[in-house]
C-alpha cells in the first residue's frame, strides 16, 4: 500500500476518532453529570462549565430550522458539505490537508448525527470568565470543525508550494542574432 493511501485510511480513521469522541463525550456529560435539561449547569473551573443548550441552526445559531422540512434541510445541506469533504481527502495528498479535513469531517459527522437523532445539536462546553463568553457554548465537533478549518485556512495561505526545476519557467536566451546591450 503507497504512502498516499495510507495517509487517506489515517485521515478516515481520524475522522472516525473525532466522532466517536463527540459522541462519547456528549453522552457522558449528559448521564454523569446529569444536564438533562436545557440550562443545567455544572461549574467545573472559575471559567468553564457544562452548560446544556440545544443548537437549531448551524455556526452561531444561524439559519435555524425550526419545520421539519427546515430540518431536513439542513441534514442534507451539512451531509452535502460532509460527502464533499470525504471526497476532498480521497484527493488530497498531504497529511497536514489530510488532518485538517479529517477534524472537519468527524466533526460534521458528529453534528449530523445529533441532527437526525434529536433535530438539534447538543452544546456543552462553557468558557467565560466572568459574564464575557469569548465563544458560543460548543461541544468538541465544533471545535474539531473550527481548528480544521483553520489549519486549512493557515496552510493555503502560508504553505505555498514551490515549484520543482522541472515546472520553473525556462530560462530565456536572447534570440539569435540579437545584440546585445552593456
Not at 152 to 173: C, D, G, H, I
Amino acid at each position: 500500500m503507497n504512502t498516499i493511501v495510507k495517509r487517506r485510511i489515517a485521515g478516515f480513521a481520524l475522522a472516525a476518532g473525532v466522532f466517536a469522541l463527540d459522541q462519547w463525550v456528549k453522552w457522558f456529560v449528559v448521564a454523569h453529570f446529569h444536564l438533562r435539561d436545557i440550562g443545567d449547569r455544572v461549574e467545573l473551573l472559575s471559567f468553564f462549565a457544562l452548560t446544556r443548550t440545544h443548537n437549531y441552526g448551524v455556526s452561531l445559531g444561524m439559519f435555524t430550522a425550526r419545520s421539519t422540512e427546515m430540518q431536513l434541510a439542513l441534514i442534507a445541506v451539512t451531509g452535502a458539505i460532509a460527502l464533499g469533504v470525504a471526497v476532498w481527502i480521497l484527493r488530497e495528498r498531504k497529511m497536514g490537508d489530510i488532518v485538517a479535513l479529517a477534524l472537519v469531517l468527524g466533526g460534521a459527522l458528529g453534528n449530523i448525527r445529533d441532527r437526525t437523532s434529536y433535530n438539534y445539536v447538543l452544546d456543552y462546553a462553557d468558557l467565560h470568565f466572568g459574564e464575557f463568553r469569548p465563544f458560543l457554548i460548543f461541544n468538541i465537533a465544533d471545535a474539531a470543525i473550527t481548528i480544521g478549518v483553520l489549519i486549512v485556512l493557515a496552510r493555503s495561505l502560508f504553505m505555498r508550494e514551490k515549484p520543482s526545476p522541472e515546472q520553473s519557467p525556462p530560462e530565456t536566451e536572447p534570440a539569435p542574432g540579437a545584440a546585445e546591450t552593456h
